[in-house]
């Protein structure tokens, strides 16, 4: 069973630019989550989609970060502009849907930012 | 607020047994996840618990008591390889994303 996918793995820009990321989950989990982990910290989510819907962006900073999952498969995160916080990883992760599908999160090898 | 506290680092050596502790302040709770993240890879999930009591899987195991906001991930026979951060997290309700606490750092020493 292939994993979830990501990328690019690695990025380097300049504050003010743009950048996107792409993850394509585990084929048949319903559930995407999109998690930013700061050097030193855990994850912190960012959006969780259901299929091609929203479940939680609460925590998203829509000023700045956009998400989408049109076709309820693969995903992408943009940032517009970046700010130097924004440097982290950023991970993906899928789960099948259920009662207990937050109990096993598989998670993709993530995105490395660096913002200069 | 919700929060997760573990301690920042852990150090043991090989064939130690070592407990890694986690209490919780969440507005909700449907169950307490551990997960391990090798340096530069992706957390990869460990064990979970629902109910009260002891979890085992091999020479993981992982307790929970909901009366004391409280678990605690048990590591025996350690190798070299278990050598990772390591975090806990809580699910507030079914079918949520997860808050993850700030990891503790096991180093594992020959």
């Known amino acids: 069973e292939a994993g979830v996918a990501q990328s690019p793995r690695y990025k380097i820009i300049e504050k003010r630019q743009s950048v996107a990321f792409w993850c394509n989950p585990i084929?048949?989990?319903?559930?995407l989550y999109w998690y930013q982990q700061i050097l030193g910290q855990g994850p912190k989510l960012l959006i969780q989609f259901q299929n091609n819907g929203v479940v939680d962006d609460s925590q998203l900073p829509k000023d700045r970060f956009s998400a989408e999952r049109l076709k309820g498969v693969d995903s992408t995160l943009k940032i517009q502009p970046a700010k130097l916080e924004d440097s982290a990883v950023y991970l993906c992760a899928s789960s099948l849907v259920g009662d207990r599908s937050q109990e096993t999160q598989y998670f993709g090898p993530g995105t490395r930012l660096l913002v200069l | 607020g919700q929060s997760l506290e573990q301690p920042s680092e852990v150090t043991a050596v090989e064939g130690a047994i070592v407990q890694i502790n986690c209490t919780y302040q969440t507005s909700g709770f449907y169950g307490l996840s551990w997960y391990q993240q090798h340096d530069g890879g992706a957390p990869t999930f460990l064990s979970y618990n629902a109910l009260d009591g002891l979890e085992e899987t091999g020479r993981f195991s992982s307790f929970l008591s909901r009366s004391d906001s409280y678990g605690y991930l048990l590591l025996q026979e350690l190798q070299m390889k278990d050598s990772a951060s390591y975090f806990c997290?809580?699910?507030?309700?079914?079918?949520?994303?997860?808050?993850f606490g700030k990891g503790t750092t096991l180093s594992v020493s020959s």
């Open positions: 997290a809580v699910g507030n309700q079914a079918g949520t994303a997860l808050i």
């Open positions: 084929s048949g989990h319903a559930t």
